[in-house]
């Protein structure tokens, strides 16, 4: 069993690593810069390497320093799922809960579900990750979140996951209220073709739920303004940089834009999804409050 001090001296060297600031390492550890500076030179003199180069302008790690903080990193992850697991056999839950959703998921209202989950048991930690749907599967499958809101095609699945369809919802046309089709109560993808676009990269979900519905219809469509995030994508939309395709749900939620039906619009599911491997007590409570709870 590792001893409590090596575990502080880890958390002293992870802070400090993530802050480049023996100041403000100490700050998010509640010590006195002197009591952390001491703990990580006691660590150095054990190893027999320096872990950070210090000099008056900065802090950085050695090799030696960058070698050692991922392995800090899995015996703290390793500490706190055991204290998890003992706290669980007493029926408190507690530790680390690692989250990932799509800006725009619109089934859940994700900030109310982790308001209710915080109120029940107020000692898990909540991480979240925002980024596009392939990014947050493929992080759920290496174990780097345990829980995740997707939003991809409705002929796709996610892969190598346990996944569970939330809802789905046919995409509209977005524009700024100043655009010439602003006024347009409904529109085709053909007519559609002839507009300038601004849509997430090529090759995300975001993206390909528009991509394929084009070209299935036999379409081509120019994407002049490619933006990695859904939310900044509404404001070039608002600016009137072009159209979007979006959820309704979505641009309910947004002001300035003009929501505009599309006859034979493309659908998007939205799916919740988590590991296939051992589940954490806290990740468990958070599936069984949504309604999944694993079997």
């Given at each position: 069993m590792i001893d409590p001090v090596e575990l502080q001296q880890m958390r002293y060297v992870v802070a400090?690593?993530?802050?480049?600031n023996f100041t403000r390492a100490a700050q998010r550890c509640l010590v006195v810069q002197s009591a952390l500076s001491h703990q990580i030179a006691r660590l150095e003199h054990e190893l027999g390497a320096r872990l950070f180069e210090r000099?008056?302008?900065?802090?950085?790690?050695?090799?030696?320093?960058?070698?050692?903080?991922?392995?800090?990193?899995?015996?703290?992850d390793a500490a706190e799922r055991a204290a998890a697991e003992v706290a669980a056999t007493i029926g408190e839950v507690r530790g680390h809960l690692a989250l990932g959703t799509i800006p725009s998921v619109a089934a859940v209202d994700v900030p109310a579900v982790v308001r209710e989950f915080?109120?029940?048991?107020?000692?898990?930690?909540?991480?979240?990750?925002?980024g596009a749907s392939n990014e947050l599967t493929e992080q759920v499958r290496q174990g780097e979140l345990e829980v995740a809101f997707l939003g991809i095609p409705?002929?796709?699945?996610?892969?190598g996951v346990v996944a569970r369809e939330l809802a789905t919802e046919r995409l509209v046309a977005v524009v700024s209220p100043d655009h010439h089709l602003a006024g347009e109560t409904s529109i085709d993808l053909r007519s559609l073709s002839e507009e300038i676009f601004v849509d997430l990269p090529a090759k995300t979900a975001g993206r390909a739920q528009?991509?394929?519905?084009?070209t299935a219809a036999g379409l081509t469509r120019q994407?002049?303004?490619e933006v990695t995030n859904a939310d900044y994508l509404t404001r070039l939309v608002a600016a009137g940089l072009g159209v979007a395709m979006l959820p309704p749900s979505y641009v309910a939620t947004m002001a300035g834009l003009v929501a505009?039906?599309?006859?034979?619009?493309?659908?998007?599911?939205?799916?919740?999804?988590?590991?296939?491997?051992?589940?954490?007590?806290?990740?468990?409570?958070?599936?069984?409050?949504?309604?999944h709870a694993p079997e």
């Open positions: 400090v690593a993530e802050t480049n000099t008056s302008r900065r802090v950085r790690l050695t090799a030696a320093g960058a070698a050692f903080l991922p392995v800090a990193r899995q015996c703290l915080h109120q029940r048991h107020p000692k898990v930690r909540v991480s979240f990750a925002v409705v002929a796709a699945r996610p892969q528009s991509d394929l519905a084009f994407v002049a303004f505009i039906e599309v006859v034979d619009a493309p659908e998007r599911a939205e799916y919740l999804i988590w590991g296939r491997g051992p589940r954490s007590p806290a990740a468990t409570a958070f599936l069984e409050l949504l309604g």
